[in-house]
């Protein structure tokens, strides 16, 4: 118990202090912010089309680029995958593209899973919003780990919420990875593999389909947990 909580301690310093030289960089250096504040408005576009012009402008470092940008999007701008996934298709091939979008999907997630261990609610609720936190509690309450697996063979739907909530979990990072992995993989692999044959208005036409799912899906959860509790209420009474 007590080596359980010196772990703990040290992966809570840990993350405190990559936050605040991530922070310090930021603000200090010039380079870092403009890196950061135009990826930012890149993927705030939700533009395929903008989001490939920006990774390709790396030339050589565009892997790394986009590595980066799939983890920033799940930590601190969360918007739906697909976007980053369609551009590595684009960009690399689908079947390349499908493994550096797994790949650094999978980092953003677990990074938002130790964020969420070490800090805890107050803090994630700063990076995920009180809402979304919100919108997958009730199903984690009920699926555990199942509701880790079921989200993520949705690729196109954010999952920064889910990651961080695990966190908050006794769920551990081995069930919590091998979920996340077993889910992502075929539907990562099938929309990096349509992305990349998708040209001009047929692409718009996918991208905005997807973006309409993705919001129904939305609506669709906050509507359910709504009901479930306005339900309890009345039990209550």
């Not at 408005?41 to 390709?56: K, P, T």
């Not at 994630?124 to 063979?153: N, Q």
């Not at 739907?157 to 695990?166: E, K």
């Not at 993705?214 to 009474?237: F, P």
Request: net charge positive; with cysteine; proline share 3%.
């Amino acid at each position: 118990m007590k080596q359980e909580k010196k772990s703990g301690g040290q992966l809570k310093w840990y993350v405190l202090g990559a936050l605040i030289l991530l922070c310090l960089l930021y603000f200090a250096v010039p380079s870092v912010n403009a890196y950061v504040n135009r990826a930012a408005a890149v993927l705030g576009s939700a533009n395929v089309d903008a989001v490939v012009d920006y990774i390709r402008s790396y030339g050589p470092y565009a892997m790394g680029i986009s590595f980066a940008l799939m983890v920033f999007s799940s930590v601190v701008a969360p918007l739906p995958a697909f976007l980053i996934t369609f551009s590595n298709a684009a960009i690399f091939g689908w079947w390349q593209g499908a493994i550096l979008s797994w790949s650094s999907a999978m980092a953003g997630a677990a990074l938002c899973f130790f964020i969420a261990r070490a800090l805890g609610r107050d803090t994630v609720e700063r990076f995920a919003g009180r809402g979304a936190l919100a919108s997958v509690e009730d199903y984690f309450t009920k699926y555990g780990s199942r509701t880790i697996l079921i989200c993520r063979l949705l690729p196109f739907v954010s999952f920064d919420a889910v990651s961080y909530f695990a966190g908050l979990t006794p769920l551990t990072f081995a069930s919590f990875f091998i979920a996340t992995g077993i889910g992502q993989l075929p539907a990562t692999v099938v929309y990096s593999y349509v992305g990349g044959m998708l040209t001009g208005g047929v692409k718009y036409f996918v991208t905005a389909l997807l973006c309409i799912f993705a919001l129904s899906i939305l609506v669709m959860i906050i509507k359910n947990i709504y009901t479930e509790r306005q339900a309890r209420k009345g039990n209550h009474e």
